[in-house]
């Protein structure tokens, strides 16, 4: 007689070590493991769910059967649209990065874009330092802070700390632009609120970026390159892509990102099993 049916939801990546650690030694732990455990739940998981394109591309290199894999993101509460933000030339351009600060996230390329903008501007660093892998090197944002004075640009850079969600809010509703430049990223939440927020996207293809990022649409896709970042952070200045912009995002995260349709998401992956 068939057992009730297991769903695994692997929240958060199988494979990320693969993409942010040195090859060799950092990831002998994660093949340690994946050996004695013999990959036993997520083969055994009559469906698995995985939170974005990048996570499903993750998990079929992992050897998870591809029609065993269902997208569902993580969601948010949608209650009253984003204010329309609109910054005067002459007032200094907004930059925010939200985030725990490892060195996957790489905010130090924000900080070498930033520094060669011509117009004035401002740049807020949300969250706390912390190691994503044991085997990483930590000091991580007392470095960053020693780059924004070797740049000249630490009275324009402010390192906010960590925030409650409850306090997140006010950051997003007081920022113009949104830059994420991070190596890897299973699904990335603070891209999904700043969107919410109605704040263009300026980020690396990682997560949940390939699907919020239409390029010229909703903010623009960069390799990482500090130019290209910054490149793209100039053509945020103008007013009325911001806006345009800031619509078109948060329009598409209200409709594929509220709780109630990924409910209904679950509902029917459950229904089918």
């Keep these: 007689m068939r057992g009730k049916p297991f769903v695994l939801n692997t929240h958060g990546s199988l494979l990320g070590y693969k993409k942010y650690l040195k090859p060799g030694f950092p990831h002998l732990p994660y093949r340690l493991y994946d050996a004695l455990s013999l990959k036993r739940s ?22 998870i059967d591809k029609k065993k894999l269902a997208i569902i993101p993580a969601g948010l509460d949608f209650k009253n649209p984003p204010r329309e933000k609109t910054t005067d030339r002459e007032e200094p351009l907004k ?40 085997v990483q090197a930590g000091g991580y944002l ?13 009275d324009r850079v402010s390192f906010a700390g960590p ?3 409850e306090a997140l809010a006010a950051f997003y509703e007081a920022a113009d632009v949104f830059v994420y430049p991070s190596l890897y990223e299973n699904f990335g939440q603070p891209m999904l609120e700043a969107a919410a927020a109605g704040l263009p996207l300026v980020a690396t293809p990682v997560g949940v970026a ?11 896709l960069t390799d990482g390159d500090p130019k290209n970042i ?6 945020l200045r103008d007013n009325g892509l911001r806006r345009s912009m800031g619509k078109n995002i948060s329009k598409l995260a209200s409709e594929r990102y509220n709780w ?14």
């Design 42 to 63: 997520a083969k055994r998981a009559d469906r698995v769910v995985v939170s974005s394109k990048f996570e499903y591309e993750d998990a079929i290199e992992f050897g």
């Design 95 to 134: 930059i925010l990065f939200v985030g725990r600060i490892a060195r996957v996230r790489r905010v130090e390329l924000l900080l070498q874009a930033v520094r060669g903008l011509a117009f004035p501007w401002q740049a807020v660093i949300v969250g706390g330092e912390e190691q994503t892998s044991s």
């Design 142 to 154: 007392p470095e960053l802070k020693t780059l924004s004075r070797d740049l000249g640009i630490e």
């Design 163 to 165: 925030q409650k969600p």
């Design 210 to 220: 390939r699907e919020l990022v239409q390029n010229g649409e909703t903010g623009f």
């Design 230 to 235: 910054r490149q793209n952070i100039e053509r």
């Design 260 to 273: 109630n349709a990924i409910i209904q998401q679950y509902l029917e992956l459950y229904r089918s099993l």
